[in-house]
């Protein structure tokens, strides 16, 4: 069921013993929303783990300072930033249809927890987190705006995506103002690359292809390329906006091989196209302009399976 800030507040002020749940493949929104949300538990005397199925990025590590574990038996799972159950992974697939409470801000969320806090116009999932730690009455300490931070600046682009608010602005200054380092984590999350990061985004470049006209573009990464440019598919993650930066390319599509015949898809859209409903038709979702989805198959298949959608909802859209 859906319930408001107040009532997953009392829920988790009433429990205890929590799992706090990272998607795959992680990105800053859903590990700033899982580490703010375990230092706001922790600091009201709760114990609290953290789990995901992949390592958090490098340049990520910054949100994971002050973190520690203590044994004991989880009795209450939270899911954060987690659209779909087939975001577990399956390094915590043992959490599957056991998720308490799901904290999640995708028009796409297939609610499959007992309690979902569901914000679709929030531009990241932290500024749902953002305001739920206030409803806890939890202070907002420099980790916790840095976490916080994080999340809103990397799903927003460094607040240059057509999703950020406002709100998302006032919500950013407002964790400045708690004394995150800003400027050292837009330093780590967008400038700072490492030469293994510069290699794939070479590789990425030499796969680009151009279609309809130039209205849509298309990269591929597969394992072997990670291999060869000694990184891993997390580090590689920022990738996925890179044929939308292509002048005249509404429809950016990043094709990534997971394992043999498996591929996560990446669509971002400049304008016009709800990439959300595009992915949709192959059970994924997202956001209006930015979304993902799963294929099975060749390579050549999954191509010409997303070049057909795109092309189709092009010649609807212009």
Request: glycine letters at 10%.
């Amino acid at each position: 069921m859906n319930v408001s800030y107040q009532q997953a507040a009392e829920f988790l002020l009433q429990s205890d013993d929590f799992v706090i749940l990272c998607h795959q493949n992680p990105d800053g929104d859903t590990l700033g929303s899982g580490y703010a949300l375990w230092n706001a538990l922790t600091n009201l005397g709760k114990r609290a783990v953290i789990r995901c199925s992949d390592p958090v990025p490098h340049k990520l590590r910054h949100v994971t300072a002050g973190y520690r574990e203590e044994p004991f038996e989880p009795k209450t799972v939270v899911s954060v930033d987690i659209a779909d159950e087939q975001l577990f992974g399956e390094g915590i697939s043992e959490y599957l249809s056991k998720v308490d409470l799901a904290v999640d801000h995708h028009a796409s969320h297939a609610f499959f927890a007992k309690r979902v806090l569901l914000e679709p116009d929030a531009a990241a999932n932290c500024e749902i987190i953002c305001q739920l730690i206030r409803e806890l009455g939890a202070p907002f300490t420099p980790q916790i705006a840095a976490c916080l931070y994080t999340g809103m600046a990397t799903d927003t682009g460094c607040f240059k995506f057509s999703n950020t608010t406002p709100r998302t602005h006032r919500l950013a200054a407002e964790m400045m103002e708690a004394g995150c380092d800003y400027a050292a984590i837009s330093r780590a999350i967008f400038d700072a690359k490492s030469a293994g990061e510069f290699a794939i985004e070479r590789e990425a470049l030499n796969s680009l292809e151009v279609h309809f006209g130039g209205k849509a573009a298309l990269i591929v990464l597969t394992q072997d390329m990670y291999r060869r440019c000694g990184v891993t598919e997390a580090e590689a993650d920022g990738l996925s906006g890179l044929p939308r930066k292509l002048e005249g390319v509404e429809v950016g599509i990043a094709i990534k091989e997971r394992g043999p015949g498996e591929y996560k898809i990446s669509m971002r859209s400049a304008e016009y196209v709800n990439v959300s409903e595009l992915c949709r038709v192959f059970g994924g979702g997202g956001h209006l302009r930015a979304a993902g989805c799963s294929i099975n198959g060749t390579l050549d298949e999954v191509k010409t399976l997303i070049l057909g959608a795109v092309g189709r909802v092009l010649e609807e859209t212009v």
